[in-house]
């Protein structure tokens, strides 16, 4: 876990500063695509079903849409080509690490893998990173501080409880990652509602209608078609 954390997060924002914003979203929001593949070559029960695959595939095309009312898409330059495949290859390892996590370690404390992962892998990576960028001592207001501790306290939750369903009997990995396709959802309504001048556009409101829509869909038939298969059994 400690090497998804260095392999992921130094691919991510390399690759990041590399790409345009609205770019970065597409391949970011790429993820549930990447997990579905990954998890069928990792485990047998995960199957690369029709429905699994339309859902993805609407989602895809949701995430774009969201991205394109945001920004136009631009590729030109070796760089940004570049970029794309870093963040392709952050995709591969979290995908991989969420598989290990549902296989490999059930009856270990989500707390304990959240805590040692993030904690020993940004360790590694902010030694690695001074002699790339160097040390620089800036005096910050205690506002940063605080928001800091905010976000680091509450980025280690969210690991805590996505790991905590990783581990749940019966949870299949690809499935679970669809919902990260709310992400752009969530992030869109937020700067509209916080960031000033950001203002709703028709085709980011097509694309959430398109996430939401599909990701209802899968599971409402996916909980019909559970209790026929408990009927078979």
Known sequence: MVLQTLINYSLFYFGL??????LGAVIVGSQPLVTAVVAAMMHNEENLTKKKIITIIFGISGVILISAGRQAFRLGTAMEFLGVIMILGANIATATSNVI???KTRGINPLVISSFSLGTGGLILYLVSLPVEG???ADKPMVYWLDLLWLSFMSAYAFSLW????QRPGVRVSELNLWKFIIPVVGAVLSWLLVPGENPEWLT???M????GSLILFFLNNRKASPKANTVK
Do not use: F, N, R
């Open 135 to 137: 040390y620089t001592h």
């Open 17 to 22: 500063d590399l790409v345009p914003g609205a």
């Open 163 to 166: 790991y905590k369903l990783l």
């Open 205 to 207: 409101i097509i694309g």
């Open 209 to 212: 209608i398109i996430i939401t």
């Open 101 to 103: 996590v549902s296989l």
